[in-house]
């Protein structure tokens, strides 16, 4: 126990050292668990923002279509019709059912044309999936029965569009025929999903199949579920199907996000390459401070030999010293982390400072990247950070306790 | 029987390709309770003999007894035994742990060897302080004390174990006149009440003075082996 007083005691040594030791592991601690919150805030923003605006829980469309999904053919459709809605709708966990027709089109507002996603929508059923109407910043969603369209703010920026402007979409039919659809602009929206803002035109459904004409043809349902039941829904809705000998297919919207989800693996081999990094600060700073500690104390171990301890017992102090400035540098590291990420979920990361919205890489996300608590990052890397210098600091301090007790009393 | 016996001990360092003889044969029978100086010039191998002596080092060749236990070929661990339970040293640098205050650098030396409770020890250690003159300043830490202050707790944490041999290499070395002729004083005075082997090495003449034994050694060799009265 006296070896354990003595260890603890040599930490008030070389105090500016030991300082800068933990400082320079509580840094690094700060430094992944900010990396940390910011990146499960960014999933966790992603993936809410790919349900909500985009995809919902689940998507039903025809395999063959899902396929392609990208492309917005007309092929592959779905006739809508009231007893498949009906068979949806009954499902357990299932809250809402949006039917839509995604179609591309050129948005031409006079002068200039851009390549536009059309989304014809059934606008009582899509508010029940979607929450893209509390962010309609100008003017309004349009009503039932209203002919009207809703476009994304970025959209409408670039287009020099404004509420009560018309718009005209060039479209090509079914039988690849050209038409077009002249149709008032509702609303602008500003959704938190800035794919949304940037180049979708929401439109009435019964509009858009008239345009295209294709009937009552739609691409897919969105369906909005409990949240974390979509695999058992998704199953459900699949088994439902088959004994209906539907051709249709139910996916969940992990499927859809596959680029975000690709980006959130790359995220974690990310973060385990920082983790990587940070503990080999800590190794380095532990052991640097051992060594320099065992060649400042060289006489001090040599009376230690003298006074009969063994090897074990004064590798034992060292590495009491050692485990001390491990667990010091991690609280320090883990109340900065503390506050870093409080500071982070509360006021989060603007992307301003990266040049603009998440959509330029990929990520669903508009303004700001708000932190995620990982509370068990915090106690994983503290408990893995006093481990680190328990196991950094033997060598070093055999090293310490190896040295011949001769040289040691009399090394000047 | 002698509480240390060594015979035809010798000890020759290699640096690089050359050897060094710093012991050359040295024979020597120390009594339990005997008060001995080792002196001679720098180089002669006083702290070559006592290291050997103090089972800090072994001999080249020959052969040391104590406590008619042949320690010259123990293994480490043994050599760290054998200096736990039956040496204490006393340094010319004292070598006091810094962050630890006069008692707590006695306390370290009992620790080591005793397992009696807390009291026990603490009852130990203040009346050895106290022997050596260190009332009232257990509390303090060695860059508060003075040399000779510094040498006294030294000579306590060497004695606190009850060990049957203290080596004391150059222990004035670093003290005044003063302060040598207190601390010879304290440790004369052990040596009579504890009846502690005591071998000094020293260039020092006041402890020569005080030695009832002197032995010189000269180029590895002992030279003359005086007892006094």
Redesign the interface.
Known sequence: ??SF??GL??L??QKRRNVITIFVIAFAFFSYLMMDSLMNGMEEMSFDNIKNYDTGNIQVSNPEYWEDRDELLLENLIDLNQDMEEGIKSTDGVLGVSPELRFKANLNNGIDEILVRGVGILVEQYNEVFATQNYIIEGSMFAPGESKAVIGVSLAELMDLKVSDYITLLIRTKEDTFNTIEIEIAGLVRAPNPMINNGIVFLPLEVAQEALNIGNEISLLSIKTVSGDEGIITRALADSFKDKELALSAYSWKESASSVIALSAAKKGGIGAILSIVLLIGMLGIINNVILSALERT??I??M???????WEIVFVFMVEATGIGILGGLAGCLLGYAGVSAMVKYGFSLAYIGGDGSQYGIPILDKIYGAWNVPAFSFLFILGVAIAVFSSIFPSYWAAHKD??KA??HR | MSLLELKEVKKIYQQGKIKVPALRGVDMNVEAGEFTTIFGPSGSGKTTLLNMIGCLDTPTEGVIRLNDKKVSDLSRKALAMTRRYNIGFVFQSYNLIPVLTAYENVEFAIRLIDHASVLQIKEKVLKMLDEVGLKGLENRRPNELSGGEKQRVAIARALVKEPKLVLADEPTANLDSKNAADVIDIMRKMNKELNTTFIFSTHDPMVMKYARRLINLKDGMISADERRG
């Open positions: 126990m006296f007083k003595l005691k040599n008030t040594r006489e001090e040599g009376m030999k003298a006074l009969g301890m063994r090897e007790p001769v009393i009399y």
